[in-house]
T-cell receptor
């Protein structure tokens, strides 16, 4: 069966520090991968999605970047965090072509 | 562009009460529609889905019917339990292309009390 792992579960980082959140999927090949953010009191916003290794689509301009160095690995990064980057970050995967996404457990990021 | 509008919460109900959470959408063509649930401190889980007009998705006593004429996908449950307390998200997926991206509503928090 397919599983998705996302870590860390919680993270507190100072303003201006770098960020690296990692997500891996097991049990499937060539998945579509996604990073969503859920800010306090708001819905989910799609940040990035990827349909293959090295292929990243950005949905909104921001202080973050994403990379997909391997087929089932998706990384969310920032060189310098802002207070506004605080939120709940969710990684998800779906079968390429068609299918609903399956979500990881999320990372709660607090920038102080 | 595509959008999803949900009723604002929180919705507070007594156990065994009837639940309705409204969801309407704007999209071209015939999108697929979803309800996801988020329990406290966790990620999202797919609750139910419908892929074409007049389909009814159902799971764990929850139901939603894809209404093309009213562009709606309202979530209902006949008798809620305390364990149903969570945030519920309505979402749509466009019919073709775009990497299977979902557009989510803002979520509706449900609180069920004894």
């Amino acid at each position: 069966s397919q599983t998705i792992h996302q870590w860390p579960a919680t993270l507190v980082q100072p303003v201006g520090s770098p960020l690296s959140l990692e997500c891996t999927v097991e049990g499937t090949s060539n998945p579509n991968l996604y990073w969503y953010r859920q800010a306090a009191g708001r819905g989910l916003q799609l940040l990035f999605y990827s349909v293959g290794i090295g292929q990243i689509s950005s949905e909104v301009p921001q202080n973050l970047s994403a990379s997909r160095p391997q087929d089932r690995q998706f990384i969310l990064s920032s060189k310098k965090l802002l207070l506004s980057d605080s939120g709940f970050y969710l990684c998800a995967w779906s079968v390429s072509g068609r299918g609903n996404p399956f979500f990881g457990q999320g990372t709660r990021l607090t920038v102080v | 562009g595509d959008s999803v509008t949900q009723m604002e919460g929180p919705v507070t109900l007594s156990e065994e009460a009837f639940l309705t959470i409204n969801c309407t959408y704007t999209a071209t063509g015939y999108p697929s529609l979803f309800w996801y649930v988020q329990y406290p401190g966790e990620g999202l889980q797919l609750l139910l889905k419908a892929t074409k007009a007049d389909d009814k998705g159902s799971n764990k006593g929850f139901e939603a019917t894809y209404r093309k004429e009213t562009t709606s996908f309202h979530l209902e449950k006949g008798s809620v339990q305390v364990s149903d307390s969570a945030v519920y998200f309505c979402a749509l997926q466009p019919p073709t292309g775009g990497g299977n991206k979902l557009t989510f509503g803002t979520g509706t928090q449900l609180k069920v009390e004894l």
